[in-house]
């Protein structure tokens, strides 16, 4: 098998490292060689939080290059658009319909790009999902994110039961439950 190469992109906060995390576990559990590597904007100010997962046969480099990501998972969509040039021809966005106004545009200095999904799907394959709608609907508007990933594990080489198993390990005792239906809506997507 190739390389295959993940990255995920948010806003701090939105659970990013969480979402490695599990990606992580899975390719470990999997019996795959991985590398994970995460860049932190100002990420508690709620900048840029993007983290690289690549796993197959043997894995040198950490790093996804521009061009090189299979899937681009991403939880807010200026996120998704400021990353896009990391996708490949043929890879994947799951991107997250959600608007988190940076800093630049809170202050007034700039604008936040308005049709940012239509744009990106004009030359990308593009699966959008209003995870925070879909958390809410579960009762905790903090599971977006494992919806999310959801939606993006049908782009990788994992069952659902494996997913399952690792977001059991992974996440907190007590969401546990919560987590793997999150993860079903956003699978069944």
């Known amino acids: 098998m190739d390389t295959k190469n993940i990255m995920i992109v ?10 490695s995390r599990i990606l992580g576990g899975l390719t470990i559990q999997a019996g795959y060689d991985v590398k ?16 690289f997962v690549r796993y197959g046969k043997k894995v040198n480099e950490p790093i996804v290059e521009e061009g090189q ?4 998972i991403a939880f807010e969509k200026l996120e998704a658009l400021r990353y896009v040039h990391f996708l490949k021809k043929d890879g994947a966005i799951v991107v997250n319909d959600q608007r988190i106004d940076p800093m630049p545009v809170v202050i007034g200095a700039e604008k936040y790009p308005e049709n940012i999904i239509e744009d990106l799907a004009k030359d990308h394959r593009v699966f959008r999902v209003d995870a925070i709608d879909e958390a809410k609907k579960l009762g905790n508007s903090r599971v977006f994110n494992v919806i999310v990933l959801g939606l993006a594990a049908q782009h990788m080489d994992f069952t659902k039961e494996e997913w399952l198993s690792v977001i059991e390990k992974t996440v907190p005792a007590k969401t546990v439950e919560i987590n793997k239906k999150a993860f079903e809506i956003g699978y069944n997507l």
């Not at 948010?10 to 979402?19: A, E, F, I, R, S």
């Not at 994970?36 to 983290?51: D, F, I, K």
């Not at 990501?69 to 681009?72: G, N, R, S």
């Open 10 to 19: 948010g806003v701090g906060g939105q659970g990013t490292l969480l979402t």
């Open 36 to 51: 994970l590597s995460e860049v932190h904007g100002m990420a508690q100010r709620g900048g840029s939080v993007v983290t």
């Open 69 to 72: 990501a299979d899937v681009l």
